[in-house]
């Protein structure tokens, strides 16, 4: 498979960041009023994902964009000691060298992915794409492929999320999920992702 653009999603993808989010998420909970997120509730996202773990949940949709923001706060306190998982990094350098341009689409502050890339020794990526919204992934791919003069079809797009998997198949992009982020890989494959990973090394098979 040959394409010109890998672009990457940034938590669960590309950085161990689950625990942490998961952490801040307990340790604000109470300050929105949110239940304590229990073995169960971890065990449903996981499965079903974050739109309907939400749904689920009942949280009000007005919150989440205030929780988004505190999760990020937060999270760039704690970004100096996250890792990427192990052997993606490699990856990644191999795929630089290989001469394919490089991009980042998130949900997480610019600043923060800068810093993690930054002591990781990962910043060579050509653009981070990101926004705040938590829904509607396809409409933020779409801008990132406007903004940068993208054709869906010169691009493959990496994720670890059901919503990753949903927003490239819409767009017509090819998308290779990995199952070592949010969603399981039973999870993952009911969406039938064009592409179904379990280890960083494969991608360079895709790629070669």
């Known amino acids: 498979m040959k ?10 993808t590309i950085v ?4 942490t989010i998961l952490r801040i998420l307990r340790s604000i909970s109470k300050n929105f009023g ?13 499965e079903k994902g974050i739109r309907q773990s939400i749904k689920d949940s009942k949280i009000s949709l007005i919150k989440i964009p ?8 937060k999270l760039n306190e704690n970004i ?3 890792n990427s998982f192990l052997g993606l990094k490699e990856v990644i350098l191999e795929l630089k060298k290989r001469k394919y341009n490089l991009g980042i689409l998130t949900s997480n502050s610019k600043d923060n992915v800068e810093k993690f890339l930054k002591r990781n020794n ?5 653009f981070i794409y990101s926004d705040s919204t938590l829904f509607g992934k396809d409409k933020l791919l779409k801008k990132l492929l406007k903004k940068h003069n993208i054709k869906p079809d010169k691009v493959v797009y990496f994720g670890d999320e059901i919503r ?31 592409y179904l990973i379990e280890k960083p090394s494969e991608i360079l098979a895709l790629f070669s």
């Open 122 to 126: 990962l910043d060579f990526f050509e």
């Open 80 to 82: 100096i000691n996250l």
């Open 164 to 194: 990753d998997i949903q927003a490239a198949l819409k767009l017509n992009i090819k998308i290779v999920a990995v199952c070592w982020g949010f969603n399981t890989k039973k999870a993952l494959e009911k969406y039938k992702p064009t």
């Open 66 to 73: 205030v929780i988004v923001k505190k999760v990020k706060e």
């Open 3 to 12: 394409k010109d653009y890998l672009i990457f999603d940034f938590d669960g």
């Open 16 to 19: 161990e960041s689950f625990e």
């Open 34 to 46: 949110i239940d304590k997120i229990t073995d169960k509730d971890i065990k449903r996202f996981k």
